[in-house]
């Protein structure tokens, strides 16, 4: 009798499995929708970010990709979070690993998700800078709660090329200053920027440490109007190293001329923003 009752209780528990805490809620990444309890660990089939349809219409990789950039644009997947291994979500949904890096990729081109080797797959930070006024990548930063710094390239006096002569109406041999470096913010690199000023603005260019424009307005050359001009670029090899990118991603490089209220022109800079973390929003008007 005992034997009988033995191999019967063996025998439930070999067909009752143990249920595992769902992979993407156990590091915490995946938030439930408003109003849905926080699961210790499933009861359910049902994903934590959707249901995919098996025959539907659209693609697997498709269906899941939508999957992400919903959370993404919810807010349950935020800026900064890490997603887990392509294996636990290929486990986690029933799908092949090919099929989850397909709609990665498909995310990553879009620019909503950054992908770097030994560091995962990321949510991407985005950041929106109006071209409606005039400011620093150093207020635009602080404006948004993030903190900005620099990797200086280069922070020298010189003699004015025939380019920046032409932008800061200078004469053939005028002293100009030169400030190169790679924008970060929250230690991300977001922009590598290249500024000239006419000597005649400041003393010396050790007073630009973080903010140009902070070290312009003290001797009272900070530009009041500006003119600005986009265009796509892709980045060259060297400034794919710096901004952390592959070479030949596509970039936004912004000439800006800035003026001060006489007219003279003070700042020459460009600026190679990454095209995956920037947005450029301008208010348009009839009036």
Known sequence: MYDTDASALTMAMRAEPLRQEHPAESIGLFRPEPGEPIPVSRQDSRPSLGALVAHGRKPLYAQFAELLRKAIRDGRLEAGATLPAERDLAAEYGLSRMTIRKAIAELAEDGLLSRK??????????IEQNFSRISSFSEEMAARGQVASSSWI???????????AMQLNLSPGAPVMRFHRVRIADDAPMAIEFSTVPAYCLDDVQEVSESLYAALARTDHRPVRALQRLRAVPFTASQARLLHVDAGTPGLLIERCGFLRDGRPVEYTQSWYRGDAYDFVAELSDL
């Not at 280069?154 to 003699?159: K, Y």
């Open 154 to 164: 280069l922070r020298a006096q010189g003699i004015v090329t025939p380019a920046e």
């Open 117 to 126: 080797q030994g560091a995962g797959t990321t949510v991407t930070r985005r």
